[in-house]
């Protein structure tokens, strides 16, 4: 099945006013060329009207880094689902292994989180993957089946229909080690593969994005694979010309 490329930025807590209105004019600017890519950048809460204002009408999406589980109450400092789509947001990431390993979350958590994002109209980005330590011991799948599964158990395989996971290998985020290609297209596989045993036809149309020093000099070999359906793209995501490699680089 040819799945079209999505390439997301996740500029976790960086950017400003100023300079994000150059970086968000750029891609903006530059994705009009490349119809056969899908682009979004998931920005800092802040920012979010930012990007609504300078990307509304392009195609470019956007969306957010993380979102609170519950619709509404007193849950001070916290974002609802809804409050993003006021904003125009199609995308919000859950799970990032960031908010996992700092902030506790666990996998019933970011199971809510993809729920009531879901349930509010837009496409979570499920993030997996697994630490150093864990792919040396051999435990690498086992964690990505936890993190799935805990989806799948909470909200059915239904729930992927809709829906993006990413596969980050955490000793690659921010490291400079990318997964090889055939690294990552072996988690890629596992995955599809276990969203099979459920839904073959789910499975298929599943956007699986590899995440984990993406730059634009390796972007087109991981694209190559064939469960690699594009890229959740950090530290490249904010530099304008870099960014847009990548997404040239998910043309078909
Ligand atoms: P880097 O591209 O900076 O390694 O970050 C990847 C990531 O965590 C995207 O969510």
């Known amino acids: ?4 490329k999505l390439v997301a930025g996740n500029w976790k807590m960086h950017g400003g006013l100023t300079q994000n209105a ?9 994705m009009a060329s490349m119809p056969d890519v899908d682009c979004a950048v998931c920005v800092p809460f802040p920012y979010l009207a930012q990007a609504q204002q300078k990307l509304s009408g392009s195609n470019v999406k956007w969306g957010a880094q993380d979102v609170h589980q519950s619709d509404k109450g007193a849950f001070t400092g916290e974002v609802s689902a809804a409050m993003l789509r006021d904003f125009g947001c199609s995308y919000v990431i859950v799970g990032h292994s960031e908010r996992r390993a700092y902030y506790g ?3 019933h958590l970011v199971a809510e989180k993809f729920m009531a994002a879901q349930k509010a109209g837009l496409t979570p980005i499920l993030c997996v993957g697994e630490t150093l330590e864990q792919r040396e011991g051999g435990v690498t799948e086992a964690i990505v089946a936890e993190q799935l599964d805990a989806l799948i158990q909470l909200a059915g395989v239904q729930a992927l229909r809709n829906a993006v996971v990413a596969y980050e290998p955490v000793w690659a985020i921010g490291t400079g080690k990318t997964a090889t290609s055939a690294q990552a297209q072996e988690v890629h596989t596992f995955i ?3 969203v099979a045993s459920h839904d073959g036809q789910i499975a298929s149309g599943l956007c699986i994005l590899y995440g984990g020093s993406v730059k634009a000099n390796n972007a087109a070999e991981l694209f190559a694979m064939p469960d690699i359906d594009g890229g959740l793209i950090g530290g490249a995501a904010l530099v304008a010309d870099e960014f847009l490699a990548i997404c040239r680089a998910g043309q078909i």
């Open 105 to 107: 979350e666990s996998s």
């Open 22 to 30: 150059g970086l968000l004019d750029a891609v903006r600017d530059g």
């Open 1 to 4: 099945m040819m799945r079209r």
């Open 192 to 194: 599809r593969r276990r």
